[in-house]
C-alpha cells in the first residue's frame, strides 16, 4: 500500500513517521504541498502508483492536488484538524462552500466538538485518533500549586490571554507561567511569567513539575499539549468539552474550576495524578492508535 499525506506539515509528517514505523510493508510519503513546488510535483509523479492520499486538513474550496485525487479516483482521507472546521461551517452559511472532496472522501475526527461542527454541514464523520504521547509522570510531589498555558505570540486573543489574565488577577498567590510567547498585549500582573518558546522536551519537564494547565481557547483541534498535559498527571481546565477535563467555558468557571482543583490536589498530598497518567498510557499508546489508522486506511482501499 502506498499512501500520500499532505496538509499542515507538523501533523503529517509526524503521522507519515509514525505509520512507517509500524508498517514497513507499506509506503507513508509526506509530501508539504502548501509550501513546496518540488513537493506538488512528486505528488503529481506518485499519485497514479498510490493507493490513497490522506489531507492532514478538510477542505472546502477548491485544491488542484485533490482535484487530481477525485479524477483518478484514488481513495481520499480527510483528517480534519480544527481551522479547517470552522472555514467549511462559515461557507457551508454563506452557501461558497465547495463539497466535492468531502463528499467524495472519508471524513476523520479526533474531538467531540469537530464530530459537531461536520454534522452541521451535513457530513458524517468517522473519529479516527492518530495524536499519541508517551505518558511521563512526576514520581514526586509538587513544591506548590503553579498553572502552565502555551499562548501563540501572533493570537494571543485565541489562545485565551485576556481569560488567563483575568484568572492570575484572581489568584495572585499562583504562579502562571506562559509559554510560546515572550510578551503579552493584555496587561498582566507580576506573578505571570513569560517563557517564550522552548523545545518540546523543556516543555514536557515543566508540565511534569505543575499541577494545572489551562487550554482556554476559542476553538481547537484536538490538542497534543491537554494529553501531554494529562499523561504528566496535571489537571487540565480546557473550554472545549472533553471528558478527561475540566470544562470551563467562561472567566468565572474558571475560577471555580481553579478553586476545586487546588482543594483535589491538595487532598491527594500534591501528588500527581496518578489515575489519569494510567488512562493516557492506554488510550493514547503511540503503537495501538498507529495500528488502529493503518488497519482503518486497509479497509478503506481494499473496498
Known sequence: M????NGLPLFAERLALQLKKYDSNSSYIFLDTYN?????????LLLPFSDCVISMNGVSDRSGSLDLVVKWKKKLVLQWM?????LAMERFANKTI????????????DSEWLMDELKS??????????KSVEASPNGHSYEKITVVSYVAENRQEFYGMTRIAEIARKFPEIEFHLYGLNSSETPTTKNVIFH??????????VLRKTPVFLRLTDHDGFSVSVIEALGCGCEVIMSLPFELTHLARNSEEVMEQMN??????????????IEMIEIVKLRYNRETLAKNYIEKLKQIVSK
Open 98 to 109: 465547495d463539497r466535492k472532496y468531502m463528499d467524495y472522501g472519508h471524513n476523520f475526527v
Open 260 to 273: 476545586k482543583i487546588i482543594e483535589k490536589v491538595k487532598a491527594r498530598g500534591m501528588k500527581p495524578n
Open 2 to 5: 502506498r499512501v500520500l499525506i
Open 82 to 86: 480544527g481551522t479547517d472546521a470552522l
Open 196 to 205: 517564550g518558546w522552548v523545545k518540546a522536551e523543556v516543555f514536557i519537564e
Open 121 to 130: 454541514i451535513q457530513l458524517e464523520p468517522e473519529y479516527l485518533h492518530f
Open 36 to 44: 513546496s513546488k518540488w513537493a506538488q510535483l512528486k505528488f503529481f
